[in-house]
């Protein structure tokens, strides 16, 4: 009966210490210490959507480890993450992009976005199709892992895609990258289509863009206060795609010149025929729905913001 008794009690403790391995194993598909216990993102907490377990790890992926060439480090700049070890796992970091001072990047230093046409409470998703191709969402496998550095954990979910992946959230919004973000710190999205905007660690708009959906008014070059930092020219008349955007202060040359037909700024600025502020110029005041109007349609080159 003794040694029956000792089988048992041995039996027991070899289970307990294989169990504590277990829990305190290495996941192999990603080389990350798997946490002892992965959060929940529910319905309702800080508008994330969906039941999927999310493994929060506080840090950076490379301060946890992250196994080569997977997460963000496996995404291509522009292109949206399809192979499931760029699911994996994602970073969220507050940082400095540009002139975006907080503003949200990955693993990888790229810029993320919010979309206006989005919702936060409940969170939704509304860029699909060709609008997911220019503006890769930023996504991650049903138990992947999401790296929070100087983010709340609060602040952070996922929401159900209508392609069936889950989407990370920020402050509730869904979080992007853009396709002509070709290096870290670029931040060539900022306001485009007036719609567009870096996110901040609790889902705000970066860089001063106000929150009620947009930039400025129906102002046609009158009534903004104070000068521009930021400014989206688009190449069809009343602000139609496609569009580009420009941030910072001083003299910026435009990427695709001689093509805006309309622009919109949150203040004033000056347009330039010529590269590095050369040639014709004319003070703007806010959004100008058509260029032609102040006989710069097609004629952009560069503007002075600041």
Same mark, same amino acid.
């Given at each position: 009966?003794? #040694?029956?008794r000792?089988?048992?009690?041995?039996?027991?403790?070899?289970a307990?210490?294989?169990?504590?391995?277990?829990?305190?194993?290495? #996941?192999?598909?990603?080389?990350?210490?798997?946490?002892?216990?992965?959060?929940?993102?529910?319905?309702?907490?800080?508008?994330?959507?969906?039941?999927?377990?999310?493994?929060?790890?506080?840090?950076?992926?490379?301060?946890?480890?992250?196994?080569?060439?997977?997460? #963000?480090?496996?995404?291509?700049?522009?292109?949206?993450?399809?192979?499931?070890? $760029? /699911?994996?796992?994602?970073?969220?970091?507050?940082? /400095?992009?540009?002139?975006?001072?907080?503003?949200?990047?990955?693993?990888a230093?790229?810029?993320?976005?919010?979309f206006?046409?989005d919702t936060?409470?409940?969170?939704?998703?509304?860029?699909?199709?060709?609008?997911?191709?220019t503006?890769?969402?930023?996504v991650?496998?049903p138990?992947?892992?999401?790296?929070?550095?100087?983010?709340?954990?609060s602040?952070?979910?996922?929401?159900?895609?209508?392609?069936?992946?889950l989407?990370?959230?920020?402050?509730?919004?869904?979080?992007?990258?853009f396709?002509?973000?070709?290096?870290?710190?670029?931040?060539?999205?900022?306001?485009?289509?007036?719609?567009?905007?870096?996110?901040?660690?609790?889902?705000?708009?970066?860089?001063?863009?106000?929150?009620?959906?947009?930039?400025?008014?129906?102002?046609?070059?009158?009534? $903004?206060?104070?000068?521009?930092?930021?400014?989206?020219?688009?190449?069809?008349?009343?602000?139609?795609?496609?569009?580009?955007?420009?941030?910072?202060?001083?003299?910026?040359?435009?990427?695709? #010149?001689d093509?805006?037909?309309?622009?919109?700024?949150?203040?004033?600025?000056?347009?330039?025929?010529? /590269?590095?502020?050369?040639?014709?110029?004319?003070?703007?005041?806010?959004?100008?729905?058509?260029?032609?109007?102040?006989?710069?349609?097609?004629?952009?080159?560069s503007?002075?913001?600041?």
């Amino acid at each position: 009966m003794f #040694d029956k008794r000792f089988g048992m009690i041995a039996g027991a403790a070899a289970a307990g210490v294989l169990l504590l391995t277990a829990c305190n194993g290495t #996941d192999n598909a990603t080389g990350v210490p798997a946490p002892s216990a992965p959060a929940t993102a529910d319905q309702g907490a800080a508008g994330q959507g969906g039941t999927q377990e999310l493994n929060f790890l506080s840090g950076t992926a490379k301060q946890n480890n992250a196994a080569a060439r997977t997460g #963000d480090w496996a995404n291509s700049p522009g292109k949206a993450a399809v192979k499931p070890a $760029a /699911k994996k796992w994602v970073q969220l970091s507050a940082s /400095k992009a540009g002139s975006l001072d907080p503003v949200v990047v990955n693993g990888a230093g790229f810029t993320l976005y919010r979309f206006d046409k989005d919702t936060a409470n409940p969170s939704k998703s509304n860029c699909n199709g060709d609008c997911a191709t220019t503006w890769p969402p930023v996504v991650v496998a049903p138990g992947g892992r999401i790296f929070i550095d100087g983010v709340k954990k609060s602040d952070v979910g996922v929401v159900k895609r209508d392609d069936g992946n889950l989407q990370v959230t920020v402050g509730g919004w869904p979080v992007y990258r853009f396709s002509k973000d070709l290096k870290p710190g670029d931040t060539n999205g900022q306001g485009v289509g007036g719609t567009w905007f870096g996110v901040t660690p609790d889902g705000k708009k970066a860089g001063g863009g106000q929150e009620d959906g947009g930039q400025g008014g129906e102002q046609a070059g009158g009534g $903004a206060a104070g000068p521009a930092t930021s400014v989206t020219l688009s190449d069809e008349k009343n602000f139609g795609d496609p569009s580009q955007g420009l941030a910072g202060s001083g003299c910026q040359n435009v990427t695709r #010149d001689d093509v805006a037909s309309s622009l919109q700024a949150s203040g004033s600025l000056k347009v330039w025929s010529g /590269k590095n502020c050369t040639g014709k110029s004319k003070v703007v005041n806010g959004d100008v729905a058509d260029l032609a109007t102040i006989g710069f349609d097609n004629d952009i080159s560069s503007v002075f913001l600041g």
